[in-house]
Nanobody, 123 residues
Framework: QVQLLESGGGVVQTGDSLTLSCVAS????????MGWFRQAPGKERELVAL????????RYSDSVRGRFAISRDNTNNTLTLQMNNLKPEDTAIYYCAGQGPFDLVATPAFRSWGQGTHVTVSS
């Protein structure tokens, strides 16, 4: 199973930016989609963004579209989430997911998950 390690979380203020990174332990993620999910206190985990294996297709939740950008570097086995104009409702634990299908409608099932990185946005 691929190991995923997130980094880049922190405490920021409303309107600030953060960049989350996820490094995979091996290159098997090259041929599958990857994604970012988040779980806020007291809420279920939700999909934030998806990207297909080549990076040509992306998908975002309505709540982050236009503010967040997902990208990947298959050469370095890295997934990135650029988060701009952060809001208090973005406060959550953010998880990197790998080894799954890209889907434009349903939330895909991923086989590999990171441990999560905390993002706190203060008002």
């Amino acid at each position: 199973q691929v190991q995923l390690l997130e980094s880049g979380g922190g405490v920021v203020q409303t309107g600030d930016s953060l960049t989350l990174s996820c490094v995979a332990s091996e290159g098997v993620v090259n041929k599958e989609a990857m994604g970012w999910f988040r779980q806020a206190p007291g809420k279920e985990r939700e999909l934030v963004a998806l990207i297909n294996w080549s990076g040509t297709f992306t998908r975002y939740s309505d709540s982050v579209r236009g503010r967040f950008a997902i990208s990947r570097d298959n050469t370095n086995n890295t997934l990135t989430l650029q988060m701009n104009n952060l809001k208090p409702e973005d406060t959550a634990i953010y998880y990197c997911a790998g080894q799954g299908p890209f889907d434009l409608v349903a939330t895909p099932a991923f086989r590999s998950w990171g441990q999560g990185t905390h993002v706190t946005v203060s008002s």
